[in-house]
């Protein structure tokens, strides 16, 4: 038992790398194809209009690589649990996971981005939406009595589905953040 959640803890990050590293490619390829229109073609060959200042950008950017670094010491505090991590029906360290979660999205949902663009500010808010809604799910299901009713399978889907959130918020404010010139990636 304890392998199969060790290899479902393995999958998943691996398909969460899979699909960001995947959605990466598709901006770089489309911010890097000349056949797209330019927004001003006697300036840019990017199909992006850049937005904002080179203020703008780099304070995006520092947004997004603090977010990284709140996500890697997250990750680390994962890693060095090992184990039964995923699943609350199997393991120890699910408690320690969803308090792992919850840190991060206390870290990253104070970091501040007051006084950048709104559409990017509503992005960001979604994206820490979603981390949080995440967050308040594993939180409940560290508690037995409201695991009564679920099977293994119906929390993964459940889980899924907020990585799937997760990720699509996350593109978003990587979207965004490029069309306000800012350097971020994956």
Known sequence: MRSKNILSTAAFIVAFVFSTAFASLFIAKSVAEPEFISVNTHQSTSCFKKRGNSATAVKISLLVSEDKRNG?????????????????????????????????????????????????????????KAWRDHSTFLSKMKNASNRKGWSQAEFEDTENFHNREISRTWYEVIYLGRTYGADVSY
């Open 72 to 128: 890697r010491e997250s990750n680390r505090r994962v890693y060095e649990m090992g184990g039964d991590v995923i699943s609350p029906f199997a393991g120890s360290t699910f408690s320690a996971y969803a308090d792992s979660v919850e840190q991060y999205v206390d870290a990253s949902s104070s970091i501040e981005a007051g006084d950048l663009p709104g559409d990017f500010q509503t992005a960001w808010r979604e994206h820490m």
